[in-house]
């Protein structure tokens, strides 16, 4: 059974910053693509970033570009986002998604077939 | 970046109701367009990847499909498990993005 369990939220003070965690059980953890999605308070859906399998390539929205950082460690089957200067707009719940491919022809793109129980990150003072 | 505009942003249904919610693309997105369903307080679920295909466990009442830019979801004969809030999401390009989402309601 596919389970991804999140870790690493809680209130933090504007500037500051936290590391979330994501355990990764029940797949081959080292052949996924893993993303970050969030949600804030009664909003919609937002991805924030993704790795590729081996964690040699990263993408992010962004808003988060030079203040999050997406990393892997495929030895622990563990997903990692390092949040620094954090912000009042960066509340929400923060979800782990394992990325499955479609492929059309030679091309492929990714879905979020299995998500995590999420993350809560409040950044108040 | 590209955006998702959805449509209707809201809607009241009832049970046994055909319902269709759409999906427009700000540029051509080829068929990388996935549709999720969130029940209030739960963690997303994928409903169909690709436009069309329908991901495995999931009711066949559900189907997508596109003509161009638009992408549609159609829900056969609407249950009561099916009141939610409905998601576009394409793959296309980073950033990966999610149209405003959809919420069914009970009529």
């Known amino acids: 059974e596919v389970q991804l369990v999140e870790s690493g939220g809680g209130l933090v003070q504007p500037g500051g910053s936290l590391r979330l965690s994501c355990a990764a059980s029940g797949f081959t953890f080292s052949s996924h693509w893993m993303n970050w999605v969030r949600q804030a308070p009664g909003k919609g859906l937002e991805w924030v970033a993704n790795i590729k399998t081996d964690g040699s390539q990263t993408y992010s929205v962004d808003s988060v570009k030079g203040r999050f950082t997406i990393s892997r460690d495929n030895a622990k089957n563990s997903l990692y986002l390092q949040m620094n200067s954090l912000r009042a707009e960066d509340t929400a719940v923060y979800y782990c998604?394992?990325?499955?491919?479609?492929?059309?022809?030679?091309?492929?793109?990714?879905?979020?077939?299995?998500w995590g129980q999420g993350t809560l990150v409040t950044v108040s003072s | 970046d590209i955006q998702m505009t959805q449509s209707p942003s809201s809607l009241s249904a009832s049970v046994g109701d055909t319902v269709t919610i759409t999906c427009r693309a700000s540029?051509?997105?080829?068929?990388?367009l996935n549709w999720y369903q969130q029940k209030p307080g739960k963690v997303p679920n994928l409903l169909i990847y690709?436009?069309?295909n329908l991901q495995s466990g999931v009711p066949s009442r559900f189907s997508g499909s596109e003509s161009g830019t638009d992408f549609t979801l159609t829900i056969s004969s609407l249950q009561p498990e099916d009141f939610a809030t409905y998601y576009c999401q394409q793959s296309y390009s980073a950033p990966l993005t999610f149209g405003g989402g959809t919420k069914v309601e009970i009529k």
């Open positions: 540029q051509s997105i080829s068929s990388y």
């Open positions: 998604a394992r990325g499955g491919r479609y492929c059309s022809g030679d091309t492929c793109r990714l879905y979020f077939d299995y």
């Open positions: 690709g436009a069309s």
